[in-house]
């Protein structure tokens, strides 16, 4: 193989790749945000602040500020979410509007400390990397789904 077909290939490789990952980013701010829209407050302080998005910025040049940088969220290399510590953030509702399968780098989720209540969905079972999950001390209701395990 000649070198220059070496950088098309490479080039090409790199195009495709570059695209998932904006695009699986993009995919997980709107997911979360979402689900911040079905969330509410116990306190007067205003919910998430720091999780916003403007659509009429340029998403791949702005990538490294959604949503690594919000509040809570850490990102892996590839800028896909994978942690997530809201404990203790003074949150009420549920987890029926997360959209688990968004998430599959998601190998951290703690959400203890809060007002989360309902039953925790089976399709927590979506999240196949994680390997940390504390949901205690909020008001869920129901069994535990297997999917957990």
């Given at each position: 193989m000649s070198?220059?077909?070496i950088s098309i290939i490479f080039l090409a490789?790199?195009?495709?790749?570059?695209?998932?990952n904006v695009d699986s980013s993009l995919e997980e701010v709107e997911a979360l945000?979402?689900?911040?829209?079905?969330?509410?407050?116990q306190n007067t302080s205003i919910l998430l602040p720091s999780w916003t998005?403007?659509?009429?910025?340029?998403?791949?040049?702005q990538k490294t500020l959604y949503p690594c940088k919000w509040y809570g969220v850490s990102c892996n290399e590839n800028g896909s979410v994978?942690?997530?510590n809201l404990?203790?953030?003074g949150l009420n509702g549920t987890l029926d509007h997360m959209p688990f399968?968004?998430?599959?780098?998601?190998?951290?989720?703690q959400l203890s400390n809060n007002n989360f209540?309902?039953?925790?969905?089976?399709?927590i079972g979506y999240l196949s990397n994680l390997v940390y999950l504390d949901i205690s001390s909020n008001q869920f209701t129901g069994i535990i789904p297997e999917e957990i395990s």
């Open positions: 070198p220059l077909s490789t790199c195009t495709v790749f570059c695209t998932l945000l979402k689900w911040k829209a079905t969330l509410h407050s998005y403007d659509p009429n910025l340029n998403f791949s040049a994978n942690r997530l404990s203790s953030s399968s968004l998430f599959p780098n998601l190998v951290y989720f209540y309902g039953i925790i969905p089976s399709e």
